[in-house]
């Protein structure tokens, strides 16, 4: 039962999400006040709900502000590509009219409508810490009726947790990397997470003081750009250092000046 009222809660959202366009006379989509809604910010906007205001402009009546961290801004979640969706299947395509991506996401900030808005016509924009987000406001049409709130937990969950971004550097772009780092003992567990497993192959392991990370390209092919080498490291690594690095060419050579550095 619980899998099922999660299910629903998720399709639920998924109907309220709107479809990234521009700013258009006819409504981008239909909510009662109360219901949760799910305002699309396209590609790489990398702001938590800590750090997003929200306006809502009522055809009647004073502006209606969300502070940053405001219990109704529910949750800034970053959607990923079907595996086998075109998108993800024309990577190289893609790639070549985008630039080369660390990471493909596109966001989505999920809000409560206040529960006494009144019918009618509702724009919203979004601001960051650097001011009004690049994108057009969007339009609601508030309905009669009162809805409520959709899935807190669900929502919550799909957030992204603190972690550190590892960047790597050179002249040159090695075949494979072996990167280690140090840290001291938690009880916690690390994890390493490969944004870009279409292009590079990932294999790691921890001792609890020693974390070691090997890549090599996904294809057999020697990566274009240094960028695409770059992973996140989540999960509790107090104390956490780079130890080493170690870079190859495709015929076993080491290459020197390859540096590792972690953001």
């Given at each position: 039962m619980k899998r099922l009222r999660s299910l629903s809660v998720a399709v639920v959202i998924a109907l309220l999400t709107a479809a990234a366009a521009q700013a258009d006379?006819?409504?981008?989509l239909a909510a009662r006040a109360g219901d949760t809604i799910g305002l699309p910010l396209g590609r790489q906007v990398q702001l938590s709900r800590h750090q997003m205001t929200v306006h809502l402009v009522p055809e009647v009546g004073p502006v209606i502000t969300y502070e940053p961290g405001d219990p109704r801004i529910r949750g800034?979640?970053?959607v990923y590509p079907d595996p086998v969706s075109k998108l993800a299947l024309e990577a190289v395509k893609q790639r070549a009219a985008r630039g080369h991506d660390v990471d493909w996401w596109d966001t989505t900030v999920y809000v409560d409508l206040p529960v006494d808005v009144k019918p009618g016509l509702l724009a919203v924009t979004l601001h960051g810490p650097a001011g009004a987000l690049p994108m057009e406001p969007l339009l609601i049409?508030?309905?009669p009726g009162v809805g409520s709130p959709?899935?807190?937990h669900v929502l919550a969950a799909l957030e992204r947790v603190e972690h550190v971004v590892v960047v790597i550097a050179g002249r040159e772009v090695p075949h494979a990397l072996q990167v280690e780092f140090a840290h001291r003992a938690s009880p916690g567990v690390a994890r390493v997470v490969n944004p870009r497993g279409d292009l590079k192959s990932l294999v790691w392991s921890d001792t609890g003081g020693r974390l070691r990370i090997v890549m090599t390209p996904a294809n057999g092919r020697t990566l274009s750009h240094l960028v695409d080498f770059t992973f996140?490291?989540?999960g509790e690594?107090?104390?956490l250092e780079v130890a080493g690095v170690r870079a190859y060419d495709v015929d076993g050579r080491l290459l020197p000046d390859v540096a590792v550095t972690i953001h």
């Open positions: 006379p006819i409504p981008t800034v979640v970053n049409e508030v309905v959709h899935g807190a996140y490291l989540a690594l107090p104390g």
